[in-house]
């Protein structure tokens, strides 16, 4: 079955950066896209930013300027660059991913376990 593992969350003050990992592992025939949402206590969870190809990728516009996401297609790994980090991007970060198991079925959505990020003001 497909695992997605994340890694890289913690604490860090504002201002600061973090870098996101996560990787797809299992049977995959093939990775549509991946993306990371995030969700704040009492919030609903949101997209943060979604990649299919190096040049087609969505951003929230909140994150727009400060963080980039990238794709290691070879390692089947999502990144996420997060720059000028401010408390309200305070959250949960779960990892996503639009998978193909084989090559007549459709894709289907994957999640991980979500790694906490904590900035301090």
């Known amino acids: 079955q497909v695992q997605l593992v994340e890694s890289g969350g913690g604490l860090v003050q504002a201002g600061g950066s973090l870098r996101l990992s996560c990787a797809a592992s299992?049977?995959?025939?093939?990775?549509?896209?991946m993306g990371w949402y995030r969700q704040a206590p009492g919030k609903q969870r949101e997209l943060v930013a979604r990649?299919?190809?190096?040049?087609?990728?969505n951003y929230a516009d909140s994150v727009k300027g400060r963080f980039t996401i990238s794709r290691d297609y070879a390692k089947n790994t999502v990144y996420l660059q997060m720059d000028s980090l401010k408390s309200e991007d305070t959250a949960v970060y779960f990892c996503?991913?639009?998978?193909?198991?084989?090559?007549?079925?459709?894709?289907?959505?994957?999640w991980g376990q979500g790694t906490q990020v904590t900035v301090s003001s």
């Open positions: 996503y991913a639009e998978i193909k198991i084989r090559a007549w079925r459709t894709a289907s959505s994957y």
């Open positions: 990649i299919i190809t190096d040049s087609v990728t």
């Open positions: 299992g049977t995959i025939f093939s990775i549509n896209a």
